[in-house]
């Protein structure tokens, strides 16, 4: 019973997340491996899913949402985790006050816990190098505020990217 730990991932926080999530289902004795969902060519291949994207502007990027989109029927029928990643930044709060990782749901946890009834959904910190950042990112670090917008650091929170692993490999059967 393998779990697919499926990503897309623009400069490598989220990659970096789904690999840890299938070390940790591997470590509690589940078999997952972690692979851009770009690459799976038959998801029929795996018994669980854990999909997850980078979000930029309250979406995932296209190639999570299409292959959830293209896999709906499989999916549906399979257990299945979602998560995001993307927040940027050490404050829990945005500026009103509200919890950062709440406000930063991307749209499709909405649409897609509906049509498949997913396990659970979480949202995690994100990580900015500006060294791998592409050219129209690398102009917006340059504008007055764009430093705020895209904070260098790594924030994302391993311990509790661990503890949702942990939750996850609890569900499963060990195979």
């Known amino acids: 019973m393998t779990i697919l730990v499926g990503y897309s991932s623009k400069y490598g926080a989220t990659e970096g997340i789904a690999e840890r999530i299938a070390r940790k289902l591997r470590e509690a004795g589940r078999e997952a491996e972690a692979r851009p969902v770009a690459s799976v060519d038959n998801p029929g291949d795996y018994a669980g899913f854990v999909i997850g994207s980078s979000a930029y502007m309250g979406s995932w990027r296209k190639e999570a949402t299409e292959f959830v989109k293209r896999n709906r029927e ?10 995001s990643s993307g927040p940027l930044g050490a404050a829990g709060k945005d500026a009103q006050g509200r919890d950062l990782l709440k406000e930063s749901e991307p749209k499709q946890f909405e649409e897609f816990s509906q049509a498949l009834q997913p396990r659970g959904m979480q949202v995690f910190f994100g990580a900015l190098d500006p060294a791998v950042l ?9 504008i007055p505020s764009g430093r705020d917008l895209l904070p260098e ?9 661990d503890e949702w692993a942990a939750a996850i490999a609890k569900e499963l059967p060990a195979g």
């Open 153 to 161: 650091g790594d924030f994302r929170n391993w311990a509790a990217i």
């Open 134 to 142: 592409g050219r129209r990112d690398r102009l917006v670090r340059r």
């Open 74 to 83: 499989l999916l549906a029928t399979q257990p299945v985790w979602l998560f």
